[in-house]
């Protein structure tokens, strides 16, 4: 007689607190990355203005990777507006997507440190895009044949946010190629790539029609 593997639905309360605690964590430490110029001497504030200066690469790439960080923080957390409970396999999928998270103030002082280099504008995009892969595959394991979602969900709403995250890979992969050509340049759509998730979409008016 064939035997059924038992079925545990678990909380998504855990997975929650845990994401929030290392998005936290990531976007404090990006902050600590940039350190105080260290000056000496008589000409101390002649030469303070012109140091506070060329930290601006790293202030750039902080600002960059705040937003970005808070892009991914919202649509985590959207996400879950519509999953309502977890399994094991979608514990080690957040796992692996917080892990990718905690690895974004390391490109972050990468990048800004070597503002000029290709190797940090690729790792940094490298990170972007693994990112965004596993939030997608976040989103496809609990939405595929309904596994962790309600039945009732809209497929248009499946779709509308599957389209939305792969456009980041697509445009980080762009970047990652402009970078033989200039890195200010992909530094600059790395910025940009964020309006796409700030400015509302198609995802939130669908949430909007939803909650009605």
Known sequence: MARNEPQFDLSTHRIEAL??????????LLILEIKVPVLHGEAVASE??????????????????????????????????????????????????????GLVPFSTAFIG???NQQLPVVIYGANMIIISLVLQLHWWYATH??????????????KSVTHVILIGPVIYLIAIGLSYVSTKLSIIIYLLVNLIYILPGSVHLHLKRETK
Do not use: Q
């Open 113 to 115: 440190e070597y503002v």
């Open 145 to 158: 044949n309904h596994r962790l979602v309600e039945p009732d969900i809209s497929p248009e709403l499946v």
């Open 48 to 101: 303070l203005p012109g140091a506070v200066l060329a930290l601006w690469p790293k202030f750039l790439c902080y600002f960059i990777s705040f937003v970005t960080l808070g892009v991914y923080w919202v649509a985590h957390h959207l996400h879950f507006y519509t999953i309502k409970r977890a399994d094991r396999m979608l514990l080690w999928i957040n796992v692996f997507f917080l892990m990718a998270i």
């Open 19 to 28: 994401g929030d605690g290392v998005f936290a964590i990531a976007m404090t």
